[in-house]
């Protein structure tokens, strides 16, 4: 009999969000060992990073929203009081600083492919792959909320599927600007014949499509991965295609690895149908764990972070997340939604509720509004390392995911934890590493554990864009194989 297979080496994020205040759980700002309420300083940013990096933490992933969240009671009072995910600040100013202590820890940072003009958000990627070295990651989102739609000028949202059409031609016009307008040997700083970067080898880049079009230079230089890493959340039939295509890791829900392994599964093989290492897609999924050396400790923790609770500002997170506003509902009387718009989908989050507690308890506004405040839609163990490394097994197991994006019911003790607490407990599993792969080393390096490999893969999509000087063609190609063949020419009418 041959011996079993080493385990998969697993990945763990820090899941945070740049609001002055909670991020998952709201109503923890009250404990006085929290300290979000300082992230409008540096300082938090500065130490997060640090922390992050001793714990080999492959990187800091930032949620990010461009508008309140006003569909509880029609407005955002709920999550001011909550002190959650308010008081906003935009991620992108605080990697350099992250950056500058540190060396290998990478950084994911949301951008919105509905709402930030592309050449604009090329180029602060771009430069932030300079400043860390190769060290960032886009979060590509399309953006749902209204609340954000409407801060920003517009009536209402674009329609689900058009979203992702625009996104589509997004990502081609920043592949273009990334990949096809400076060749890797334009900078060449010769002193002799007195050039800086040669013109010859920068090329204007015109694009006229549906929803985009420029006309220019690409005024940022090649920065070590070019392109960065690519990240993206959804699951819908759109944003599977989308994910299969360009995503190089991605977010996914679900509360028990049974909801989660068919989607980790489709994508998987939706990346293989185009010619794609399927295993080269990395999956991570959020979780809440609550950790002490000992089961009491982990429950006394937990019982202090349900006296915080905000269970109000639950319910508003729960109404932001799905449309479902239970504003008018008794706290205390039973939730019964009959012909009520949603009732299907609230009953399945209480389903799924349920299936990881155990129980099949009435649920009532309040208890709904504390599950919210405490983890939410993310799994939210409570025990020992031995404990939680167990469930982290039954995920990679059972949902094929490839690592863990890790929030926190207080920071930055519940980040703590995790490094002092559970990653020992997963290095003798033999899930995860003494150190990372290729320290110093960029992100892309690091997530696929090649030294060396800091642009993106010759199966991936973006490879058509490259730098072809001679090739005259238009390089939207949906067919990998023959994307392979032929590079792209820059300009596309």
């Known amino acids: 009999m041959g011996s079993a297979p080493p385990p998969k080496r697993i990945f763990l994020n820090f899941f945070d969000y740049a609001c002055t205040g909670s991020h998952m759980c709201p109503g923890q700002w009250q404990d006085p060992n929290d300290q979000g309420h300082t992230k409008d300083r540096l300082e938090y940013w500065i130490n997060l990073a640090k922390l992050a990096e001793r714990g080999k933490i492959s990187f800091i992933f930032f949620a990010d929203s461009y508008g309140g969240q006003e569909v509880f009671a029609g407005n955002s009072d709920a999550q001011l009081r909550a002190g959650n995910q308010t008081a906003s600040m935009d991620p992108m100013v605080l990697i350099s600083a992250m950056a500058a202590v540190t060396k290998t820890v990478g950084f994911g940072i949301s951008g919105s492919t509905s709402y930030l003009n592309p050449y604009i958000l090329a180029r602060t990627l771009s430069s932030l792959d300079h400043l860390t070295n190769g060290r960032v990651a886009w979060n590509?989102?399309?953006?749902?909320?209204?609340?954000?739609?409407?801060?920003?000028?517009?009536?209402?949202?674009?329609p689900h599927d058009e979203r992702y059409a625009v996104a589509d031609e997004y990502m081609d016009v920043c592949y273009k600007l990334w990949e096809s307008t400076w060749s890797d040997d334009a900078v060449v700083w010769d002193r002799q014949r007195r050039i800086a970067f040669d013109p010859a080898k920068v090329k204007k880049l015109d694009h006229k499509g549906k929803y985009f079009k420029m006309s220019g230079r690409f005024q940022t230089h090649p920065s070590p991965q070019r392109t960065p890493v690519l990240f993206q959340a959804g699951t819908s039939k759109s944003g599977r295609a989308f994910a299969s295509k360009h995503a190089e890791a991605i977010y996914i829900g679900g509360l028990y690895p049974a909801q989660s392994a068919d989607s980790v599964r489709q994508i998987r093989a939706d990346a293989a149908a185009r010619g794609r290492d399927p295993n080269s897609v990395k999956f991570f999924v959020g979780i809440s764990p609550i950790l002490g050396a000992t089961l009491e400790e982990a429950q006394a923790k937990y019982e202090r972070a349900k006296e915080n609770a905000d269970t109000i500002g639950g319910l508003a997170v729960?109404?932001?997340?799905?449309?479902?506003?239970l504003s008018k509902h008794p706290m205390d009387e039973l939730l019964e939604l009959k012909g009520a718009p949603g009732e299907d989908a609230v009953h399945s989050f209480l389903s799924a509720f349920n299936h990881t507690s155990g129980t099949d308890k009435p649920w009532t506004p309040r208890r709904l509004g504390e599950t919210m405040a405490l983890g939410g839609f993310h799994p939210a163990p409570v025990g020992t390392p031995e404990m939680v490394a167990d469930v982290f097994e039954e995920w990679i197991r059972d949902a094929d995911v490839d690592g863990f994006n890790i929030s926190y019911t207080t920071s930055p003790g519940s980040f703590e934890d995790v490094v002092d607490l559970l990653r020992p407990e997963l290095i003798k599993r033999g899930l995860m590493w003494e150190d990372y792969d290729v320290p110093g080393g960029s992100l892309r390096e690091n997530l696929n554990g090649h030294v060396g490999r800091k642009r993106v893969p010759e199966d991936h999509y973006a490879e058509q864009f490259?730098?072809?000087?001679?090739?005259?063609?238009?390089?939207?190609?949906?067919?990998?194989?023959?994307?392979r063949e032929k590079r792209c020419k820059t300009s596309a009418d």
Not at 466 to 483: F, I, L, N, R, T
Request: aromatic content about 12%.
């Open 466 to 483: 490259k730098w072809a000087a001679d090739v005259e063609e238009d390089p939207v190609k949906e067919d990998s194989s023959a994307h």
């Open 140 to 158: 590509i989102v399309t953006s749902w909320a209204k609340s954000a739609a409407l801060s920003l000028g517009f009536d209402d949202v674009v």
């Open 318 to 325: 729960f109404a932001a997340y799905t449309g479902i506003d």
